[in-house]
């Protein structure tokens, strides 16, 4: 398995992408910030907005004032509300819808698609009906093979990147090739993009920081500082490493971008929605008044109940996921999550790192200390 980022150069993408024609399904934040990179690297962006008074706005005023406001967008950005229009002649198909309409919007988007276009996941939830990540749920809708699939993921915090702040992310598919097409797709001056072929390690952990980052909120609204973060999100990158090692992803990928790197941005930024909606958890307001409050896509509550689901099939154990779930579920207090980090077991335990947290390394650590051999 190919683990290593490596950077596509940016410089000259602009040529590149002359004439390379790409849609972007959905028009909230992401989608319309992701748009504004594929037109500034150069590619012939149409946008697909549900609502038809958005594709309008960005149409006409080169402005989406609810998502993105005060930014103005490329004057070549095309937006429409009809799915043919966005989809004819599209050889790469940007997805930045909600993950739980996912399926509905693909299924809707089946009749128009080129049998040869590749589809780009840049969601990051799982779908929770099912646990499917998002690739999967593509492949389970649409019949496609792997090779047109691909997931972008990083430190994208949308109203940053909108402002043209420099970042960077992953394109990821299982063909090295496609990975290098839509990196080339998306690399603009201010946004580097990298490859890797390991798509379930960039997916997951675009979905797992977002539990974190709740965590972190939630500890926030608490009134709890920097020590309780900063063990929060070591701990945090180990469970979500040991999850997604469990669950075929190569360990360095989530020490990258798509892992570490995001990891930091939505534990940090006061601008991530997993971040807000934790800290107004911890402030004691219910689930429902969080929700209500949210104008946007907070996917990491959508996602804790799947991801545990998927961690009990598979023998993880997540204790600061669970603990959020606990805290969402009303069956612990918020000022709790942090306390409960390292206080379960009857041995001190080994701090295991980088998905070294697997049971079998706990247990020789048992068996060493009650002296039987490793
Ligand atoms: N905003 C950000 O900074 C980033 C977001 N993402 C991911 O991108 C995905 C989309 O998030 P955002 O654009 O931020 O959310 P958002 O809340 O800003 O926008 C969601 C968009 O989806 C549309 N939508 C809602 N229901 C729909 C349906 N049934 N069919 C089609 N469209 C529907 C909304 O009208 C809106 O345009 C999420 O998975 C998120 O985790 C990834 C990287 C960065
Ligand atoms: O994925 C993101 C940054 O990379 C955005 O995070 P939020 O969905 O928490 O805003």
Redesign the pocket.
Known sequence: MTTRSNPVVTSGSGARNRGRKVAV?????????FAKVLSDAGCDVTMW???PE?ANEIQVARRNSQ?LPGINLPKNLKATGDLAVALTGAQLVFL????Q?LR??LLDLEPYLDRRSVLVS????VEKTTTMRMSEVITDTLDIGPERIGVV?GP????EIAKEQPTGAVASCVDLHVAQEIATACSAPYFRSYVNTDVIGTELG?VLK?LIALAIGIVDGVGYGENTKAAIITRGLAEMTEFAVASGADPATLSGLAGLGDLIATCQSP???NNTAGRLIGQGYSQEETREQM???A?GITSVPPVLELARERGIVMPIVEQVQMVLSGTMAPKHLGPHLATEDDVPRPELTLGGAHPSRWQRFLNRMKGHPA
């Open positions: 399904i959905g028009s909230g934040s992401w989608g319309t910030t907005a549900r609502r958005v998502y930045a819808v909600p993950s309409t509905q919007n840049l969601v990051k939830g993921s994208n915090i949308a109203l675009g977002n601008l991530s929605r104008q946007q896509t996917e």
